[in-house]
């Protein structure tokens, strides 16, 4: 602010603020004066317009409008993986016309969902006339488990209708019900059909996953992994591929844990890796394994599930045995709102479990017994990150 063009209204405002914050910190009560300003139509005005500030203002705004209306840009995104629009892009641009006799749009509905994707980088208009692939769309077709993902979400939106009422507890949630292991107090008696669906999004979400895991934590000094809610076997598929020699087990729910052994017997590794059902919850893990993963497993249980599965994980684990964590950490730098804003909601629905932050992991794997607690740097943070810890000797 520049002396010669004083706020309107702010010096009244900033006597009340330091008057509201006598004995408090010097921090918190800028944070006062802050907010103060901030909320003040006549401030934002000012800042608006001076040039100083204009641009910090402009990006403030911006931010907040993209707020008030980021369902809809997540209704566009859904739209365009709902009718395939992106595949289809990506086989070959295409015009307006012939993308709406392909998705059994009219031609002016197709068009603005076209403009409505281009304004969020799925898509781009050509010199041609016809539309082509974005940035962000050329992006999400490189990951096919995003758009599983995507699709998936239909069940969170429904869910997140009325979010006052699931924050109440007074939704029957759609989610709830697709993870079928979160509100059964047996879900080792789950049917196929009960996990099937889940078991096929994780699997397809998987390989960028993997990928990061086994980068930030390459297994080629163990012997055997054992997975633990492992599903259809993809990460220990990944691993046994990166790591010759190396033998795996899955565990995972009974009929899940039927499928991974067909997944492993259809890759042709019958001979290295196992499949082994059974409830973490209830039963021993099985032994012989000196590497455990837990990928994507903690955060989808409360507290009380997580103490008992890594104390269960270092009694399964030989000394100098390591357990790997993976998954999204609560309060990652640049990935703040992906812990607190989507899995708060998300697991929320679902019915338990919450993201936790690395240091939160840390003090209940030391809790557990375990020793030389690390945490590895991961190529994409946002979605996963990655805590080592080691199995001391035996007590």
């Given at each position: 602010m520049s002396a010669g063009?004083?706020?309107p209204g702010l010096a009244t405002r900033g006597e009340a603020a330091g008057a509201a914050t006598r004995g408090v910190s010097w921090h918190d009560r800028w944070r006062v004066l802050r907010t103060r300003w901030l909320a003040d139509a006549r401030f934002q005005r000012w800042a608006a317009g001076f040039p100083l500030t204009r641009g910090v203002a402009r990006r403030r705004a911006r931010a907040l409008f993209d707020l008030c209306a980021g369902f809809v840009y997540s209704q566009v995104l859904f739209a365009c993986v709902e009718l395939g629009l992106l595949e289809t892009l990506e086989a070959a641009p295409a015009g307006a016309v012939a993308l709406a006799r392909a998705t059994g749009?009219?031609?002016a509905a197709m068009l603005r969902l076209l403009e409505a994707a281009a304004a969020l980088g799925l898509v781009e208009a050509r010199d041609d006339g016809c539309w082509g692939l974005g940035v962000h769309g050329a992006a999400l077709r490189g990951n096919p488990g995003?758009?599983?993902m995507i699709a998936h979400h239909r069940l969170l939106y429904?869910?997140?209708?009325?979010p006052v009422a699931l924050l109440r507890g007074e939704r029957d949630c759609a989610l709830a019900r697709y993870w079928a292991y979160a509100r059964t107090a047996t879900p080792a008696a789950l049917a196929p059909a009960a996990v099937d669906a889940y078991t096929t999004l994780m699997a397809e979400s998987q390989s960028l996953v993997a990928d990061?895991?086994?980068?930030?934590?390459?297994?080629?000094?163990?012997?055997?992994l054992l997975d633990v809610g492992g599903g259809d076997g993809s990460f220990v598929r990944a691993a046994l591929a990166r790591t010759p020699g190396l033998r795996g087990i899955v565990f995972d729910l009974p009929p899940v844990a039927r499928r991974a052994g067909e997944c492993l017997a259809a890759a042709g590794l019958g001979r290295r890796a196992r499949a082994q059902g059974g409830d973490f919850r209830s039963e021993a893990l099985p032994a012989g394994a000196d590497v455990i993963s837990l990928v994507r497993v903690l955060h989808d249980h409360d507290d009380?599930?997580?103490r008992a599965l890594l104390g269960a994980a270092r009694r399964a684990l030989?000394?100098?045995?390591?357990?790997v964590v993976a998954e999204p950490f609560a309060g990652q730098r640049g990935a703040e709102t992906v812990g607190a804003a989507y899995?708060?909601?998300y697991l929320l629905a679902m019915g338990r479990g919450r993201a936790r932050t690395a240091a939160e992991l840390t003090a209940f794997l030391r809790e557990a017994g375990f020793l030389a607690v690390r945490e590895r740097a991961t190529r994409r943070p946002l979605q996963c990150g990655v805590l080592t810890a080691i199995r001391g000797a035996a007590d």
């Amino acid at each position: 602010m520049s002396a010669g063009r004083a706020v309107p209204g702010l010096a009244t405002r900033g006597e009340a603020a330091g008057a509201a914050t006598r004995g408090v910190s010097w921090h918190d009560r800028w944070r006062v004066l802050r907010t103060r300003w901030l909320a003040d139509a006549r401030f934002q005005r000012w800042a608006a317009g001076f040039p100083l500030t204009r641009g910090v203002a402009r990006r403030r705004a911006r931010a907040l409008f993209d707020l008030c209306a980021g369902f809809v840009y997540s209704q566009v995104l859904f739209a365009c993986v709902e009718l395939g629009l992106l595949e289809t892009l990506e086989a070959a641009p295409a015009g307006a016309v012939a993308l709406a006799r392909a998705t059994g749009l009219e031609a002016a509905a197709m068009l603005r969902l076209l403009e409505a994707a281009a304004a969020l980088g799925l898509v781009e208009a050509r010199d041609d006339g016809c539309w082509g692939l974005g940035v962000h769309g050329a992006a999400l077709r490189g990951n096919p488990g995003v758009a599983a993902m995507i699709a998936h979400h239909r069940l969170l939106y429904a869910d997140l209708a009325d979010p006052v009422a699931l924050l109440r507890g007074e939704r029957d949630c759609a989610l709830a019900r697709y993870w079928a292991y979160a509100r059964t107090a047996t879900p080792a008696a789950l049917a196929p059909a009960a996990v099937d669906a889940y078991t096929t999004l994780m699997a397809e979400s998987q390989s960028l996953v993997a990928d990061d895991v086994l980068e930030a934590y390459p297994l080629g000094r163990h012997a055997c992994l054992l997975d633990v809610g492992g599903g259809d076997g993809s990460f220990v598929r990944a691993a046994l591929a990166r790591t010759p020699g190396l033998r795996g087990i899955v565990f995972d729910l009974p009929p899940v844990a039927r499928r991974a052994g067909e997944c492993l017997a259809a890759a042709g590794l019958g001979r290295r890796a196992r499949a082994q059902g059974g409830d973490f919850r209830s039963e021993a893990l099985p032994a012989g394994a000196d590497v455990i993963s837990l990928v994507r497993v903690l955060h989808d249980h409360d507290d009380e599930t997580v103490r008992a599965l890594l104390g269960a994980a270092r009694r399964a684990l030989p000394a100098g045995g390591v357990l790997v964590v993976a998954e999204p950490f609560a309060g990652q730098r640049g990935a703040e709102t992906v812990g607190a804003a989507y899995f708060g909601f998300y697991l929320l629905a679902m019915g338990r479990g919450r993201a936790r932050t690395a240091a939160e992991l840390t003090a209940f794997l030391r809790e557990a017994g375990f020793l030389a607690v690390r945490e590895r740097a991961t190529r994409r943070p946002l979605q996963c990150g990655v805590l080592t810890a080691i199995r001391g000797a035996a007590d």
